[in-house]
């Protein structure tokens, strides 16, 4: 992450400028510790060397730190067994002697060792004697990035996991497959992406984009240095004419807007097909959590109504429909995932198959779908909250931008993401700890290229860090927005084209390629 610009003096100093808010912060009197780019940090009981690896790391890009002019205080860091049981928790103390940071696991070190380098940065150096207890409300706090319909690259996506750890953001979902382009390189079927990996979005024709399994675990262990877990997305059975451009056999046919948009459920080799492929990807992903999509196979399955093949499989698993012969298809793949000893992950289409709870996690995105959302919760689904309106970062963020999307004239202003909380949604016989956590995610047909990736994203990942992070009781709005006016210069001293929600005029909407393929995912 680029150095910062220092100077900004705007919290008093009961008012701690972290994001997200920590549960608990306070300061006992106006004392301060000078804090140099000499930082020492030493590693107490039962410590790892990731977090102090990640703050030495960290502190050396901040080159405008100023010499404190005396020994500053050591950083101390040490696993204990803490009141607050939760495996994220921290508690960090600041004095003229030593800044300890205990937490029951190194990920709870490493929160904390996050919050010490925003004090840091945001305090100019000079900490107050800070008191901090914390832990966050949920496990999962999450960014989607869409990569199929535009790639960005493995520089693009390190950045993006910088600014994931630097507001405690942990899970990174990487939509890698789709209908413009197939983004991963699988070893068994090569054409996969030297055919399936041509085209974009806005260009079909574009020279071939992905990345390599070196690419990819490249990406996992830097990932991993900061606390996040990488989970690939292998769509199916639809959104596949990437795949089914490489290696057409396997497809189900498609639509005249969505072309082979489908897999074939009725031919065996199928399965065996895409079993092969998931078991390549599984072994890349150490988090053995594969999403397997499961959205919007209507756009594109009519063929399936002609087809031999699957006419067959209907009649012989007597399936009365094309839905029951898309829920079979995915009780048949989450089986193979299951036997790779990995969970599988897919959109709320998928709450209407019988799986094993312990063994599935449901995202919830169709916000006009609540009683999806309800079927999930009381079938025992672990789920993800994601919803269209507001954690869709592909719609716009100022009633005056034209080229993003909209639902009925609404949008997603860092307002509306701010104010959201999941616990407003749940049926009152529903138990909240079934709530994984929530994501944004970030479609990207209007997205084709970094610049507008970042306008979508700053200063919205602030917002979701802190909904994801913080209590809704601790929550407040306009401290919030006082909190988030230094994370601007930081965005500014880092190159990153963002929107300003202080000065929505500052930087224009940036436009994006005009649209020639598919339609935009509802």
């Known amino acids: ?23 608990s912060a306070t300061t006992v009197d106006d004392a301060t510790v000078a804090i140099d780019k000499k930082l020492q940090t030493r590693l107490g009981a039962k410590a790892g060397t990731n977090a102090a690896g990640y703050l030495k790391t960290e502190v050396a890009k901040i080159t405008t730190l100023p010499d404190a002019g005396k020994k500053a205080p050591a950083v101390i860091l040490s696993i204990a067994k803490l009141e607050n049981t939760n495996p994220e928790y921290y508690e960090l103390q600041v004095t003229d002697k030593a800044i300890n940071i205990t937490a029951n696991t190194d990920k709870g070190l490493f929160n904390g060792v996050v919050t010490l380098l925003q004090l840091i940065r945001n305090e100019a150096g000079q900490l107050h004697h800070w ?81 390599t399994q070196a690419d990819v675990k ?31 056999e396997y497809s189900g046919g498609g639509s005249k807007g969505h072309p082979e948009f489908t897999f074939n459920p009725g031919k065996e080799a199928t399965y065996s097909y895409l079993t092969n492929i ?65 969970k599988m992950l897919a959109w709320d289409e998928m709450a209407e198959v ?21 079927m999930a919760l009381e079938k025992g689904y672990t789920t993800v909250i994601c919803p269209r309106l507001p954690l869709y970062f592909d719609f716009v963020q100022d009633s005056a931008h034209k080229h993003g999307r909209k639902w009925s ?48 994203l700053f ?7 802190e909904i994801c992070w913080t209590a809704p009781e601790k929550k407040n709005e306009a401290d919030f927005m006082q909190r988030l006016q230094p994370q601007l210069k930081l965005f500014e001293a880092a190159g990153l084209y963002y929107y300003d929600p202080f000065q929505p005029n500052l930087h224009p909407e940036p436009v994006p390629k005009k649209k020639t393929i598919s339609d935009y995912k509802d």
């Open 1 to 23: 992450m680029a150095a910062i610009l220092w100077g900004y003096h705007a919290y008093a100093q009961t008012k701690c400028p972290v994001i997200p808010m920590p549960a």
């Open 131 to 211: 008191t901090i207890k914390d832990a966050p409300q949920y496990g999962w706090r999450g960014f989607m990035l869409d990569e199929s319909r535009h790639f960005f690259g493995k520089q693009k996506v390190k950045s993006l996991l910088d600014w994931m750890a630097y507001y405690k953001l942990n899970k990174f979902h990487w939509h890698l497959t789709d209908e413009p382009g197939w983004r991963i390189e699988i070893k068994q079927y090569p054409k996969l992406t030297s055919i399936g990996g041509i085209g974009n979005y806005t260009d079909p024709k574009a020279p071939a984009t992905f990345y």
């Open 218 to 248: 490249e990406i996992v262990r830097y990932a991993a240095e900061r606390n996040i877990d990488v989970i690939p997305e292998i769509d199916m059975p639809g959104h596949a004419t990437a795949a089914n451009n490489a290696y057409p």
């Open 278 to 342: 998931l078991r390549e990807v599984n072994q890349l992903f150490p988090a053995h959590m594969i999403h397997l999509g499961g959205d919007e196979v209507s756009y594109g399955n009519e063929k399936w109504s002609s087809n031999k093949d699957i006419q067959a499989l209907m009649q012989r698993e007597h399936l009365a429909n094309l839905k029951e012969v898309e829920l079979y298809f995915m009780q048949r793949m989450s089986d193979s995932l299951y036997k790779l000893n990995s």
């Open 354 to 374: 019988s799986l094993p709870k312990d063994k599935t996690i449901i995202y919830w995105w169709r916000h006009d779908k609540p009683n999806t959302l309800k």
């Open 409 to 456: 004239k609404l949008y997603n202003p860092v307002e509306s993401v701010y104010r959201f909380s999941p616990l407003t949604l749940l049926p009152a016989d529903v138990s909240p700890s079934l709530v994984a956590g929530m994501q944004a995610n970030l479609w990207t047909e209007t997205v084709s290229d970094t610049k507008r990736l970042d306008y979508l």
């Open 459 to 465: 200063p919205r990942i602030c917002a979701l860090a």
